[in-house]
């Protein structure tokens, strides 16, 4: 663990990734008087929110503070700040983190934040583990996550988080960084557990849209829903998580508001697929990440080297990536054996 310092006052942060979530932070950030720069890989979309003031594509209506600083220049950034927080895709997380601390001169610990939600597309890394391998030992590092949505963020209304750290301390430290009159931001030592509750989650999304663009009902969804929360925690204790932490805002209360909330990415991939549509047609319309599908893929593969059953995560995957039908999904799932619960 790095050199922890108390907050006090306002603080340098750089932010690596302009999309809805990145900007929706940013703009958290600024709001509680922190100098805020944000960087992104799309050069001239960054010159357009640095004109508009404003993220137009992704967080419509939102208006950057003053203090938050369009930085089309990664070095620049590294140089500015000794605080970062990452919200980019999974697949793009190691490149980034590379980068930036390949670009980093600063002599000072540095504290490393990150608010994406999956699993490392081929290894099927947890995040903080490519966090381990890429920046320094003496590195500082907590996750950002809960039930959100940018936009309802952005706007300003009343959400909750949860920050983990291995090191409370650290933990708490993140968490001032956000805490506000509309944030509130809880802490967490169970690293493992909130990041993996906040990727699981996704997939089960996924499912529960298929479910609903096939217009098989309420009570098709609530047992989507429940039975994936017992996915997620199985497989997420045996990935080092904590059971106790599935039931809280980064588990059950990321997953009940991913699944039934039509502003869920990974909902809307469902939706479309049980509409019949095909997923480049799908994700074309989105215009975002959609981590449920890559991370289906590293569940999948997960539950077989661990040889535990994950029913729903299987047929997600099948859908995805074996070209199973929708509904031929759903009967495979009704068809189980009965069995205890």
């Not at 890394?125 to 030992?137: E, F, R």
């Amino acid at each position: 663990m790095g050199t922890v310092n108390d907050v006090t006052g306002s603080l340098d942060i750089g932010v690596l990734g302009a999309g809805s979530w990145g900007t929706a932070l940013a703009v958290a950030l600024a709001r509680n008087d922190h100098h805020v720069r944000l960087w992104g890989r799309n050069a001239k979309r960054l010159a357009s929110i640095a004109e508009a003031a404003c993220n137009t594509q992704y967080l419509p209506g939102v208006e950057l503070p003053a203090s938050l600083v369009v930085e089309p220049d990664m070095a620049v950034l590294a140089q500015c700040c000794d605080n970062y927080l990452v919200v980019v895709p999974s697949h793009a997380f190691r490149t980034t983190l590379e980068a930036l601390f390949s670009a980093r001169a600063r002599t000072t610990p540095a504290t490393l934040v990150w608010g994406t939600k999956g699993l490392e597309t081929g290894s099927g890394a947890i995040l903080g583990d490519v966090v381990s391998a890429a920046a320094p030992a003496d590195t500082s590092r907590a996750a950002l996550s809960g039930p959100t949505f940018a936009s309802e963020v952005g706007r300003g209304l009343p959400a909750a988080v949860c920050v983990a750290s291995n090191h409370d301390r650290v933990a708490k430290n993140v968490a001032t960084w956000f805490h506000s009159n509309t944030l509130r931001v809880y802490t967490s030592t169970d690293l493992a557990g909130v990041q993996l509750g906040g990727a699981i989650k996704n997939v089960i999304a996924i499912a529960t849209g298929i479910a609903d663009g096939l217009g098989l009902g309420a009570n098709a969804r609530a047992a989507l829903i429940t039975r994936g929360l017992a996915e997620l925690r199985r497989l997420g204790t045996a990935l080092g998580g904590r059971a106790e932490t599935f039931m809280g805002l980064t588990g059950v209360g990321d997953l009940i508001l991913t699944c039934t909330d039509d502003q869920s990415r990974n909902r809307r991939v469902g939706l479309g697929l049980g509409l019949g549509r095909a997923l480049e047609d799908v994700l074309s319309d989105i215009g975002q990440e959609a981590e449920g599908i890559n991370t289906a893929r590293e569940l999948f593969r997960k539950s077989a080297t661990l040889g535990m059953e994950m029913p729903i995560t299987e047929q997600v995957y099948k859908v995805l990536f074996e070209a199973q039908a929708p509904r031929d999904a759903v009967a495979a799932l009704l068809q189980r054996e009965p069995r205890a619960e």
